[in-house]
């Protein structure tokens, strides 16, 4: 078995340092374990180290770790094993959601024994590998960008297109304030939920996110449910969003799991993001001249070698069903 992420949240420094020094030698090779002292800190730590498994106490100050996991499970899919040292919060821990419960030992946690290290690693990495075989087939995406003349683009490739499809994420090159009323224009003209992405979203099938003008979009979530992160920041190729933001991330965090395609534009924004989504494995498509209003980004892309295959607008819709129904 590969290594696993595991979170450790525990108010008290010892017990995290020690429970972590002593579990590592008995978790795969390649494992990391990431420590929290408190459910704030463990919501931070959950979006930048990704865990694939949280080992969770149940009292703590400021929110005890139920209420915590309650809120958490509300947004996100985190596969959890609760500890306490009170054998009578078992129900309670697992009524919240946690996968598993297990008894603190009493006294020095050095003296607990090889056996509790045992299987306490052995329980984690159940519950990790159980997170990656549920989300195996769930997670795929399609992402899109585009810059001039991509909103009439956009609009026609989705109003030819039906659920079921993946989540749809697109960045095209637009002011802010224009953004959300693209989103809107096509929520009420497609058969698709459509929004403007917000910082946290959880990519759902059948939905379409598009980036709001003035921020980035990323999606995140290597090892669970894709999620979205907007956020102001510098230009990239001149533009934020940048469609090569977008599909950076794509790359590193869906990989052969992602459909990629680039649409009209001017410039060359997005084109090496998706060559990086070709090297992933994934399936990349370029709009071609003909049908561009301006043959910009798809060329410098279809030029470097990041489009597999190039095809008039009036193609792309049905190559993305086929992509997503296996065809």
Known sequence: MSGIRVLIVDDSLVFREMLSKELMPHLPSGSVIEKAMDPFEARDKILTFNPDVMLLDIEMPKMDGVEFLRRLLSQYDQPTIMLS??????????????????????????????????SLAAKLCAAATGRTSQHKEMKRLIALGASTGGTEALASVLNAMEPPLPPI???????????????????????????????????????VYVAPGDKHLRVMGR????????????????????VDVMFDSVAENVGLAALGVIFTG???????????VRASGAMTIGQDERTCVVYGMPRVAYEIGAVKQQLPLQMIPGAITAWAHGV
């Open 223 to 242: 090892r669970g449910p894709i999620r979205i992160s907007c956020e102001k920041g510098e230009k990239v190729n001149g533009h934020c969003p940048s």
């Open 85 to 118: 040292g009170t054998p009578e919060y078992r129900q309670l821990a697992l009524s919240a959601g946690a996968v598993d419960f297990v008894v603190k030992p009493s006294g020095n946690l050095r003296l607990a024994g090889g056996d509790f290290f045992i």
């Open 266 to 276: 001017m410039g060359s924004d997005g084109a090496k993001g998706l060559l990086k």
């Open 169 to 207: 994420v697109i960045v095209q090159h637009i002011p802010p304030m224009f953004s959300r009323l693209f989103a809107e224009r096509l929520d009420h003209d497609t058969k698709f939920s459509v929004k403007e992405a917000e910082n946290g979203d959880v990519a759902t099938p059948n939905h």
